[in-house]
Nanobody, 114 residues
C-alpha cells in the first residue's frame, strides 16, 4: 500500500480557487483508480472525483464544471483543481485509492467563507 499525503487546503472566499495535491510514497502507475472524497461536519463522506489510470474521470454532480481531477504518474501525484468554490464545499478532503485494500491520506481542510 502507498502512503498518501494531501496538501493545498486552506481558507478561501466564495468564488475562489484552490488546488489540492496528493503525493504518494510509491508509484501510482499501476493503481487503476485514484480519487478524492470529502467529509463535512455532521455529514457523511462523499466521493467527489475519481480518475482511472487511463485518464477517465467522474465527478459528483454538485462539482461538475468546477472541479478537475488529474494525475501525474511520473510524479506520483494526484491533483484536484477547485474553482468557483462555494461555502457548501467546506469539508476535509481526502485522497485515496479505490479497491479492497484502499489507502487513505490524513486529509486537508478546505474552508470556503467570506
Amino acid at each position: 500500500q502507498v502512503q498518501l499525503v494531501e496538501s493545498g487546503g486552506g481558507l478561501v472566499q466564495p468564488g475562489g480557487s484552490l488546488r489540492l495535491s496528493c503525493a504518494a510514497s510509491g508509484s501510482i502507475f499501476s493503481i487503476n483508480v485514484m480519487a478524492w472524497s470529502r467529509q463535512a461536519p455532521g455529514k457523511q463522506r462523499e466521493l467527489v472525483a475519481a480518475i482511472t489510470r487511463g485518464g477517465n474521470t467522474s465527478y459528483l454532480d454538485s462539482v461538475k464544471g468546477r472541479f478537475t481531477i488529474s494525475r501525474d504518474n511520473a510524479k506520483n501525484t494526484v491533483y484536484l483543481q477547485m474553482n468557483s468554490l462555494k461555502p457548501e464545499d467546506t469539508a476535509i478532503y481526502y485522497c485515496h485509492t479505490v479497491g479492497p485494500l484502499a489507502s487513505w491520506g490524513q486529509g486537508t481542510q478546505v474552508t470556503v467563507s467570506s
